[in-house]
């Protein structure tokens, strides 16, 4: 059997929600940062987006020098907003879910699909797929997302990076040599900065370099396991499995109608996004162990409330604890009003499958 895997790539991802929440700065370069707190520019930049990247500003950049670099250029920068960026991704998740056999999230914006049973086997319907995928993220969320399909997760997470944003690459079987042959070893999927600077000193420069490289001297330099895990890589050579993790949490996010701080109107909201969410708790045959109360006000602050409950399925028996993290939540910060309301399921117990006696 043919394997066919995807890999889905969101397009700087934080940046591009807060483009679409701070009408402001679209069309701007973004910058979000994670602030240590020590002086207005300690920390460091956690993701930029493609105009931040052509100023030369990267993920891990301390802030200080971000803005050094963004000096005189109109560049916004803003604070990373965790709880909201995993609130979307939980959704953009559940599209994948929905197109796919078995889903292995690997970060909060990345995702390999194997598509192998549904695609037939054959590329343009893993193409369709992919495709599918795509205009749903456009359509539900305003994103856009890159899709490298391979016959590997090593080829397809290559494929998703050759053309961004928003791109669809296919590298068939017939296509890894050809593709991988002039290609930076650097930039190889899983070689860093210490082992690129060896391969330097050894006059390896592209993949095709590496993959002829003599064996011995490779195991000299890196041990005999990571000289075959780099020629294998040079090569296109994966035959690691796509694995379906057991998700660990379940969340939705709405609009209000307006900016309130009225307790009646916000539970009202939250009753409405618990229907959806039970739909999705009882699909999972999920127990939880944690409510969580998720608020956004109109300064874009988001903040989490949650209690560790009884272990439940039911999602309705624990909606007056959501109501009284809510009234404590507006007591508390008086002075604001609500833009957006969500409510949190986490901490999974799964129900395991009972077995027959024909199992044994």
């Not at 965790?82 to 609130?87: A, D, L, V």
């Not at 592209?206 to 993959?211: E, P, Q, V």
């Not at 209000?256 to 916000?266: A, G, N, P, W």
């Not at 999705?280 to 999920?286: G, P």
Request: charged share 35%.
């Amino acid at each position: 059997m043919q394997r066919i895997i995807l890999h889905i790539d969101l397009d700087s991802f934080y940046a591009s929600l807060e483009e679409l929440r701070h009408e402001n700065i679209r069309g701007k370069a973004v910058v979000i940062c994670v602030y240590s707190g020590r002086s207005e520019d300690s920390g460091a930049v956690s993701t930029a987006n493609y105009k931040a990247r052509e100023l030369g500003i990267k993920s891990g950049m301390p802030i200080s020098l971000a803005k050094r670099l963004a000096k005189d250029k109109d560049v916004a920068f803003l604070p990373n907003d965790i709880e909201y960026y995993r609130t979307v991704s939980d959704r953009i998740m559940e599209i994948l879910e929905e197109e796919t056999d078995i889903m292995q999230q690997v970060s909060i914006d990345e995702s390999y699909l194997d598509v192998t049973k549904k695609s037939n086997e054959n590329w343009n319907n893993a193409k369709k797929i992919a495709e599918i995928i795509k205009k749903k993220i456009k359509e539900q969320e305003g994103l856009t997302c890159s899709v490298g399909i391979g016959h590997n997760k090593l080829v397809a997470k290559m494929a998703s990076k050759h053309k961004k944003p928003d791109g669809l690459t296919i590298i068939k079987d017939t296509e890894i040599k050809k593709f991988f042959e002039n290609l930076p070893a650097s930039k190889i999927h899983g070689v860093g900065g210490k082992t690129t600077k060896v391969l330097d000193e050894l006059g390896i420069k592209t993949a095709k370099d590496l993959a002829d490289f003599d064996v011995n001297i490779l195991e000299e330099k890196f041990g005999r396991n990571k000289a075959k895990l780099l020629l294998d890589k040079a090569r296109g050579i994966d035959d690691s499995p796509v694995e379906q993790k057991e998700r660990q949490q379940i969340s939705r996010l709405g609009t209000l109608k307006e900016d309130t701080d009225d307790v009646v109107t916000i539970f009202e909201k939250i009753k409405e996004l618990a229907t959806d969410m039970k739909k999705k708790i009882e699909k999972e045959k999920v127990s939880f162990r944690t409510i969580s109360l998720i608020t956004i006000d109109t300064a874009l602050k988001t903040q989490t409330r949650s209690e560790t409950i009884q272990v439940t399925n039911d999602l309705d028996s624990v909606l007056p604890i959501v109501k009284s993290l809510l009234e404590r939540f507006l007591e508390e910060n008086s002075e604001k009003k609500l833009r957006r309301v969500g409510i949190r399921a986490s901490n999974f117990i799964y129900k395991k499958e009972q077995k027959t006696l024909g199992d044994f």
